[in-house]
């Protein structure tokens, strides 16, 4: 789900951080603490210097490190989390949202001289951090109903349009192709109204809204769109099926209010 690489830096003598390792988050974390509480973890006059492919970055100032140290590590998870479904993605996402979010509301502001050689490299800037974490949480959410996170289809749809929206911020923020984001976007918000359009024609089904298959055949319609502008197969028979129903009593297909069907509701993160 990233558009670019992992952040990289070969000066691990000081830190004894073993990248992606089994202790990786702990060994993170202990240097983190070092750095906090102001111990002296390197020489005098040390430069710790990170890279991503072209570009990097050099600094002295021990917060720097701590900031691309989590940023890093953050990184790994998202990675992680693009290569898995259900609830390792949304652990793994929701663990390097956190983390970005540890960056965010208690390094950067310690770091009160910030030196303009940092933001040379992207990865450094604050809203280049806002972007990802919005990508975590978002990623988190897509998960939602998946695989072996199975839940309601009313909690589905809530988590659907908090990815669409999350997907929608680390897009502003984020530089580079962001395009998969905006399809994932695109498709959260297709898979809520494919929902929608189960629940409604249930209540038709069970007479309890005669224009319910109507409700459903435009969210299906809408639903069909947004997957194939995205590239997806769509929901052509969902949609063929509402059509049918419909026909029995026919109604103008019109979706509800916007606002009832897709509307973000975002909480604060929440380990399982």
Known sequence: MMN????????????????????????????????????????????????RDADSASNSAYLFDAVMCNVQYAQHQLYRASSMV???????????????????????PKWTFKAGE???????????????????RAIAYDNVGKADLLCTPSASIAAKGNAAHLYCLAAQTISGDVSHMLDRAQICTA???????????????????????????ACYTEAHSRYVNCGDVGC?????????????????????????????????????
């Open 236 to 272: 052509a028979e969902q949609l063929q099926y509402a059509t049918e129903r419909n026909q029995v009593h026919w109604y103008t297909p019109t979706l509800p209010e916007w606002s009832s069907l897709v509307r973000p509701r975002i909480t604060a993160c929440r380990s399982l």
């Open 118 to 136: 940092a933001y040379s490299l992207e990865d450094a800037r604050e809203s280049d951090i806002y972007g990802h974490y919005c990508l975590a």
């Open 4 to 51: 670019r690489s992992i952040l990289v830096n070969v000066q691990s003598g000081h830190r004894n951080i073993q990248v992606d390792g089994p202790n990786y988050k702990s060994q993170v974390d202990a240097w983190t603490e070092r750095i906090i509480s102001k111990q002296r973890c390197v020489p005098d006059g040390y430069t710790f210097i990170w890279s």
């Open 86 to 108: 259900g609830k390792q993605a949304y652990v793994a996402s929701l663990d390097a949202a956190n983390v970005f979010a540890r960056v965010l509301t208690e390094l950067i």
């Open 191 to 217: 898979d809520a109204l494919k929902l929608w359009g189960g629940i409604y024609l249930d209540r038709w089904e069970s007479e309890e809204d005669d224009h319910g298959a109507a409700k459903a055949l």
